[in-house]
């Protein structure tokens, strides 16, 4: 059992940056897998990011959504059991809640499908203006 808690959202214009954050309790932070999703009014929860090797962390091991590719990073803290995502060149279209999800029997690879996560955050809004 892990409770997950999102972070950082705001307000923001087009071309400005945000660092979400995804605090983990509960149980140890490296026993579970975790991902970054977003679901934008009236759509589908889609994936945001996830590593590609969550125990064997390393730039460029990162899964990410082509829409954000080259914008968005995801990052963690293994000593404050937090998961990142840094935002920038922020674009109308990045307007959604965003989620964090945490799953401990997909072991050391992530999913980029929804439904292999068991544990999510509450959300956290980010509205982008033109």
């Known amino acids: 059992q892990v409770q997950l808690v999102e972070s950082g959202g705001g307000l923001v214009q087009a071309g400005d940056s945000l660092r979400l954050s995804c605090a983990a309790s509960g149980r140890a932070f490296s026993s579970y897998v975790m991902a970054w999703f977003r679901q934008a009014p009236g759509k589908e929860r889609e994936f945001v990011a996830t590593?590609?090797?969550?125990?064997?962390?390393?730039?460029?091991?990162?899964i990410y959504a082509d829409s954000v590719k080259g914008r968005f990073t995801i990052s963690r803290d293994n000593a404050k059991n937090t998961l990142y995502l840094q935002m920038n060149s922020l674009k109308p279209e990045d307007t959604a809640v965003y989620y964090c999800?945490?799953?401990?029997?997909?072991?050391?690879?992530?999913?980029?499908?929804?439904?292999?996560?068991?544990?999510w955050g509450q959300g956290t809004q980010v509205t982008v203006s033109s």
């Open positions: 999800a945490a799953d401990k029997n997909l072991r050391t690879t992530g999913s980029t499908w929804p439904g292999a996560y068991n544990y």
């Open positions: 590593p590609t090797n969550w125990t064997n962390w390393s730039s460029g091991t990162a």
